[in-house]
């Protein structure tokens, strides 16, 4: 599977990049169907392949922010700020296991690279099924409280149980 169109130039919102032509190439739009098969693949995977599956996009280069976010469907995107960095967060995940709650990363303002990738995993799931599937593919992590991160190359993975939440009618009366 061709993964490069991950590795795009981030779009910025008014601004028309013609520096850009790679993938500008209408042949490549008809018959590469490489963004489509990631998306099905992160729609289906199990939790610990999505996990080993992020793990090497990251080893393979910076990824688009934009382009990552949309592989994991229609999703609802939030955005924040701090200083020197802009925060996504990505809702409304479209994985049938419902394991994945929330993402959010945090770009550097400057080059648009994630610096840090937060998965917010559901409070239900077995960490040690990521753990045993890192260990096999020699994988270092470090476990925190409710989760774990992976670092390297200057960007970071960090995986935390979320409670699941639950929404109460309230009763007036």
Known sequence: ??????????????VLDS???????????????????????????????????????FRGG????QELAGLFGMVKIEEGQQVGVKIWKVRNIERPAGDLNEIEMHI?????????????IDESF???KI???LKFARESYQDISGG???????FSIIIIKEPEVHFVKEVTG
């Open 126 to 128: 077995d960490l040690q």
């Open 1 to 14: 599977m061709n993964k490069n169109f991950l590795y795009s130039k981030p779009s910025i919102i008014g």
């Open 108 to 120: 550097d303002d400057q080059s648009l690279i994630i610096n840090k990738l937060y998965l917010y």
């Open 148 to 154: 774990l991160i992976f670092s390297e190359k200057g």
């Open 19 to 57: 520096n850009n032509d790679e993938f500008n190439d209408i042949a490549s739009w008809l018959f590469d169907d490489s963004p489509e098969l990631m998306r099905k693949k992160f729609r289906e995977d199990s939790l610990d392949e999505l996990v080993t599956e992020i793990i090497d996009i």
């Open 131 to 133: 753990k045993q599937k």
């Open 62 to 65: 910076n990824p688009n922010f």
